[in-house]
């Protein structure tokens, strides 16, 4: 098993940043992806960005010039830089573990941190 313990969010007004933190401990892979979703409410959830172990990165559109997402191999540690935060980006947002062994996937989540963007 792999547990994911996020940290970082909170209330913050229309135009702030937020740092969201995710630390992985617990079984080892080789190599894992790691990533970031949110959900609001009455929405399902949705990807938000992913970082590859290879560091390799990618956006929804919605984060696109404005989240940054980064790790730090050394600590299991997964970053999501979000700046010029708007109301639509108030949701929990849900750190993703993908460990890899071979061709197999190995699916973690984290317990969610809101995120509360007043306007």
């Known amino acids: 098993q792999v547990q994911l313990v996020e940290s970082g969010g909170g209330l913050v007004q229309a135009g702030g940043s937020l740092r969201l933190s995710c630390a992985a401990s617990g079984r080892t892979f080789s190599s894992y992806d790691m990533g970031w979703y949110r959900q609001a409410p009455g929405k399902e959830r949705e990807f938000v960005a992913a970082?590859?172990?290879?560091?390799?990165?990618t956006y929804a559109d919605s984060g696109k010039g404005r989240f940054t997402i980064s790790r730090d191999n050394a600590k299991n540690t997964v970053y999501l830089q979000m700046n010029n935060l708007k109301p639509e980006d108030t949701a929990i947002y849900y750190c993703?573990?993908?460990?890899?062994?071979?061709?197999?996937?190995?699916?973690?989540w984290g317990q969610g941190t809101q995120v509360t963007v007043s306007s």
């Open positions: 993703n573990f993908v460990g890899n062994v071979g061709s197999t996937r190995y699916h973690y």
């Open positions: 970082i590859r172990w290879s560091g390799g990165s």
